[in-house]
């Protein structure tokens, strides 16, 4: 069964603000915590990783925070773009399984 | 390079009916997986392979069987197609020696099983 899991499945930004998608886990032992994009007719693309050791990490415009405590993750993207309407994922990696295992998405739509 | 490539785009099979899904990747990756996506469920694993001649069981593997025989492909067939297997397949790779988080996705299979 899915052990990750999205609190909203859609999410409505205004252009230029910063959006925040949330992800709720129950495998503490997960090595690895992984958010994907999937922009409409297209296969999912790759954004960022966090290895479970770790409290955040920042990329181009998005950071990755991660709270152990209540088994929370969450994507912040900065400044809001119109390509940034997409399907979000969460995954998880166990790391002991070659495995990714995928909760259903938060759908984001940024208004102009 | 092409990354991954999906073979057909579009299909629509009646009930019973077989077919072959085929997905190719030039990136020489060790890793290939086979997911299918349906609304609101998210990406589901069908079966995935580690290496040549290798495959594996992944979460929803009833109905499918795949195969491995070169290193760059990676089919998925359906031996009798039923309408719950209506959905948009997704293959995908990633290198080995890597933590196999960044996977490479083709562009999806939709499917229709009438």
């Known amino acids: 069964g899915e052990s990750v899991g999205l609190h909203l499945p859609t999410l409505s930004v205004q252009e230029g603000d910063n959006s925040i998608i949330n992800c709720a886990y129950s495998n503490s032992a997960s090595d690895y915590f992984i958010w994907y994009k999937q922009e409409s007719g297209k296969g999912p693309q790759f954004i960022i990783d966090?290895?479970?050791?770790?409290d955040k990490r920042q990329g181009q415009r998005v950071t990755v925070l991660l709270n152990k405590t209540v088994k929370h993750l969450s994507l912040q993207i900065a400044a809001t773009q119109p390509g940034d309407s997409a399907v979000y994922f969460c995954?998880?990696?166990?790391?002991?399984?070659?495995?990714?295992?995928f909760g259903a998405g938060t759908t984001v739509t940024v208004r102009a | 390079n092409a990354g991954v490539t999906q073979t057909p785009k579009f299909r629509v099979l009646k009930t019973g009916q077989s077919m072959t899904l085929l997905c190719a990747q030039d990136?020489?990756?060790?890793?290939m997986y086979w997911y299918r996506q349906d609304p609101g469920m998210g990406l589901r694993l069908i079966h995935y392979s580690v290496g040549e001649g290798t495959t594996a069981k992944g979460e929803v593997p009833d109905g499918y069987n795949v195969s491995r025989l070169k290193k760059q492909n990676f089919l998925l067939g359906l031996e009798s197609a039923a309408p719950s297997q209506t959905s948009v397949y997704f293959c995908?790779?990633?290198?080995?020696?890597?933590?196999?988080?960044?996977?490479?996705f083709g562009p999806g299979t939709r499917l229709t099983v009438l």
């Open positions: 990136m020489n990756h060790e890793y």
């Open positions: 995908a790779s990633s290198p080995q020696g890597s933590s196999y988080n960044e996977q490479f």
């Open positions: 995954a998880e990696n166990k790391g002991y399984d070659y495995k990714l295992s």
């Open positions: 966090i290895r479970s050791n770790m």
